[in-house]
């Protein structure tokens, strides 16, 4: 059974920052590729940024440059760090495991980011 668990959201004032952290179970972590995805009230899930099982990263326009990316193997956790944050990047938070041939895409239960000016 596949599960990721999202720690790290909260409250915080605008330009500040915050890591999100994602603890995942049940794969093979080290052959996936992670990514965050986020969803304001209102809008569509987004994608934020993915980090490929070699460590290669991409992210949104909106968080180029603001965001990082991270994941350590030897833990099965992937990370967010945030900074220069803003009104406009407050939403729910997901970990997921991106789709493979083989199976689905898998999403944590979401951590609440909020970022108050």
């Known amino acids: 059974q596949v599960q990721l668990v999202e720690s790290g959201g909260g409250l915080v004032q605008a330009g500040g920052s915050l890591r999100l952290s994602c603890a995942v179970s049940?794969?093979?972590?080290?052959?996936?590729?992670m990514a965050w995805y986020r969803q304001a009230p209102g809008k569509q899930r987004e994608l934020v940024a993915t980090?490929?099982?070699?460590?290669?990263?991409t992210y949104a326009d909106s968080m180029q440059g603001r965001s990082i990316i991270s994941r350590d193997n030897t833990k099965n956790m992937v990370y967010l760090q945030m900074s220069s944050l803003s009104p406009e990047d407050t939403a729910v938070y997901y970990c997921?495991?991106?789709?493979?041939?083989?199976?689905?895409?898998?999403w944590g239960q979401g951590t609440q980011v909020t970022v108050f000016s």
């Open positions: 049940g794969i093979i972590f080290r052959l996936n590729t």
């Open positions: 980090i490929t099982s070699s460590g290669r990263t």
């Open positions: 997921a495991v991106e789709r493979t041939l083989v199976s689905d895409r898998y």
